[in-house]
């Protein structure tokens, strides 16, 4: 749209230039006799004052004319016509070139390079059944500061009578002599056509440029405005989780898709709470209607094991029953725990915890069973204070070595260090087992999920400790992750917030 305003600008002034050349072209064909153009042949000898009188009148166009004598233009019309062979047209092309060379008048144009026809030019002048065409070309003109300058011009070049004498060529003669069939060349400069068309060309530049800035400006605003419900369906969709399944999207008032996606997604969260609440409430029932009977099997296996004699096959049995027994009440506690958690009820207890103290006890505590599996436990790192529960914290520390130790590892550290410029801390058990192939290491967090080979079904465990692990953490607001590399062991870390911990002096610290 924009070049298309400037190309019709561009025409009007055109038009407007054309209009003004053909106002100077009939002024001066009206005014030629009385400038004395009566003998261009002889101008030579008087140019000064005739170029005067005619720039006095004419001040913004540059003029030529050329008398073709004793011709008009049906001769013109036969000696360029079709009637002609090409060697005669062009001997009579020549022939007109000299006498317009002879017969020249030019006002505005350096002398030496007034404007020249081509054979093309001057045929399709002749030919024109209006007798006028208009040219483009570059000019010097001699009136201009900088004369060694072309400058390009719109000229309008006229075939016609002209009247160059008013004087009769004889003295007995009475009325003047006929009119002279002449060329006419009237021209006026485009550079304030140019000049326009530049500035608006940039006012038109600074104009789109403006309008595409403004349209970007006004299309992300738009964008953002129309985007900003799903993007707060999806800041609320991503706070949910198994904890916040009460939690829903909000549902804007947009009448279109996106209201209609986010009911439909609070209405499949409705259906996974519903889900996740059965699920729940199975787990915690069936755990507590299991904790009966299993306490009275064991209490009565053990019963038998101390108030009677039972023979060598009987106790064998019985100690198995307590054994299994022993093994079904963690595991019950253990259900239970992560159903507490799954509701969202997870007690701690917060206290400010130094990192190095902690992982020391828990070393002193676990020394016995690692010795007893020829393991060397140490514990490293400075003393970071955070808050958090110790004794949570040392369910998930102790459940992450003995992992270490049933995978059968020899060394195993514990360590803590300082994260993202002290505001977290955190815990890492390493180890130097046999490590556990990266395909498992994403799903290790699962409920009872075990890798065979690393952690034996024979070994105890029933795959709830991760799981208990991971929930303690997140109730820490922290997270848990494994690193392992097969061949050269695993380690687990716990990165959690430092917290509120109040600043303590070295006589507190123990």
Do not use: C
Not at 68 to 74: A, M, P, S
Not at 81 to 99: D, F, M, S, V
């Amino acid at each position: 749209m924009a070049v298309s305003a400037l190309l019709l600008m561009q025409r009007s002034l055109l038009g407007n230039v054309d209009s003004a050349i053909s106002d100077s072209q009939r002024q001066f064909t009206g005014l030629v006799s009385q400038l004395g153009f009566d003998s261009p042949a002889e101008t030579s000898a008087r140019s000064i004052p005739l170029v005067s009188r005619a720039r006095g009148l004419f001040p913004n166009d540059i003029i030529q004319i050329e008398d073709l004598v004793f011709y008009d233009r049906d001769w013109l019309i036969e000696a360029l016509g079709p009637g002609r062979t090409p060697e005669q047209r062009r001997e009579n092309i020549a022939y007109i070139r000299r006498l317009m060379d002879s017969r020249r008048v030019v006002i505005g144009f350096l002398a030496s390079q007034p404007l020249r026809l081509s054979d093309a030019e001057l045929t399709q002048l002749v030919e024109s059944p209006a007798g006028r065409i208009t040219l483009t070309r570059e000019i010097q003109n001699a009136f201009g500061s900088q004369a060694d300058t072309p400058t390009t011009y719109r000229v309008q070049v006229t075939l016609g009578p002209v009247q160059l004498d008013l004087s009769p060529t004889d003295p007995l003669a009475l009325n003047a002599p006929p009119p002279s069939f002449a060329i006419t060349y009237v021209g006026r400069s485009l550079a304030g056509v140019h000049d326009t068309v530049n500035t608006l060309q940039s006012v038109l530049a600074l104009l789109f440029l403006t309008g595409l800035i403004m349209a970007g400006v006004g299309a992300y605003v738009l964008a953002g405005q129309a985007l900003r419900p799903l993007r707060q369906v999806r800041q609320a969709a991503e706070r949910i989780g198994g904890q916040t399944l009460t939690e829903r999207v909000p549902v804007p008032q947009t009448h279109d898709e996106v209201e209609a996606l986010a009911g439909s997604l609070n209405a499949m969260l409705d259906r996974l709470e519903s889900s996740f609440e059965a699920q729940r409430r199975f787990t915690s029932d069936a755990s507590h209607e299991l904790r009966t009977p299993v306490t009275a099997i064991s209490g009565h296996a053990s019963y038998l094991l101390r108030r009677t004699e039972p023979s060598g096959q009987q106790r064998e049995s019985l100690n198995i029953i307590v054994r299994e027994s022993e093994r079904l009440t963690n595991l019950i506690a253990s259900l239970l725990q992560l159903a507490r958690s799954d509701s969202g009820v997870v007690n701690l207890t917060r206290q400010p915890v130094f990192s190095g103290l902690f992982l020391s006890e828990v070393a002193r505590e676990l020394a016995p069973l690692a010795s007893g599996q020829q393991t060397a436990l140490t514990a490293t790192g400075p003393d970071i204070p955070f808050e958090g529960d110790p004794d949570r914290l040392k369910q998930v520390i102790i459940n992450l070595v003995g992992n270490a130790l049933k995978a059968g590892a020899q060394h195993v550290t514990m360590s803590s260090s300082a994260e993202e410029d002290g505001r977290e801390v955190r815990l890492t058990v390493r180890d130097d087992g046999p490590g556990i192939p990266a395909e498992h290491l994403a799903r290790l967090f699962d409920r009872f999920y075990r890798v065979e080979d690393s952690r034996s079904r024979d070994q105890g465990g029933a795959g709830l400790g991760l799981s208990i692990a991971r929930s303690i953490v997140d109730a820490h607001g922290g997270r848990i992750w494994l690193e392992s590399e097969v061949g050269r062991g695993t380690a687990a870390h716990v990165q959690l917030p430092v917290g509120n911990v109040p600043v303590l002096d070295d006589d507190d610290v123990p």
